[in-house]
């Protein structure tokens, strides 16, 4: 059997009124906490509203990894001398779309391995823990494995014109 409590809006005020007495007014009143909802209206995570936005906040984090990352510095500067290479040695189309398509790997894995330790940062902060040095550990195992790849791919393709360059027969 179900006991129904509905409680008239009269009784209701009757009941409640002294509740208001109830709260001391030495105790400060603080405002109610955000929702979530006013957070995100709040904060910087904006859906982009045009494509012109979209690769303007894209060129935000290539610009953040260039000017904070030492490895993505170096993997630019090596991707440029690679492609500088390859076009002086007049590398064949398919060879330099090789050698630019393993280079950007490179930089996207960096890219995204600056993503992973910038969130594994915000989620452990101070602190350390062995489940986040792990995570750390493996993205940047991923990017070492994708530069040692591209140099192995970039050998292969520039090695052979270089050495036809320096040792002629």
Same mark, same amino acid.
């Given at each position: 059997?179900?006991?129904?409590?509905?409680?008239?809006?009269?009784?209701?005020?009757?009941?409640?009124?002294?509740?208001?007495?109830?709260?001391?007014?030495?105790?400060?009143?603080?405002?109610?906490?955000?929702?979530?909802?006013?957070?995100?209206?709040?904060?910087?995570?904006?859906?982009?509203?045009?494509?012109?936005?979209?690769?303007?906040?894209?060129?935000?984090?290539?610009?953040?990894?260039?000017?904070?990352?030492?490895?993505?510095?170096?993997?630019? &500067?090596?991707? /440029?001398?690679? @492609? !500088?290479?390859?076009?002086?040695?007049? *590398?064949?189309?398919?060879?330099? %779309?090789?050698?630019?398509?393993?280079?950007?790997?490179?930089?996207?894995?960096?890219?995204?391995?600056?993503?992973?330790?910038?969130?594994?940062?915000?989620?452990?902060?101070?602190?350390?823990?062995?489940?986040?040095?792990?995570?750390?550990?493996? &993205?940047?195992? /991923?990017?070492? @494995? !994708?530069?040692?790849?591209?140099?192995? *791919?970039?050998?292969?393709?520039? %090695?052979?014109?270089?050495?036809?360059?320096?040792?002629?027969?």
């Amino acid at each position: 059997m179900k006991a129904d409590f509905k409680m008239s809006q009269s009784a209701a005020t009757t009941f409640f009124s002294g509740a208001t007495a109830l709260r001391q007014p030495h105790i400060p009143h603080y405002p109610r906490e955000e929702s979530p909802s006013d957070i995100r209206k709040n904060s910087a995570w904006h859906i982009a509203p045009n494509l012109f936005v979209s690769f303007k906040y894209a060129w935000a984090g290539i610009s953040y990894a260039f000017i904070t990352q030492r490895n993505f510095r170096i993997h630019t &500067a090596m991707t /440029a001398t690679a @492609i !500088s290479f390859g076009l002086f040695l007049h *590398v064949n189309a398919l060879g330099m %779309a090789i050698v630019a398509l393993t280079c950007a790997l490179v930089m996207v894995l960096e890219l995204l391995n600056t993503a992973l330790e910038s969130v594994v940062d915000l989620t452990v902060g101070q602190s350390y823990h062995e489940l986040a040095k792990i995570a750390k550990d493996c &993205a940047a195992g /991923a990017v070492m @494995i !994708s530069a040692l790849a591209a140099v192995l *791919v970039a050998g292969f393709i520039i %090695a052979p014109p270089l050495l036809a360059m320096v040792f002629p027969l």
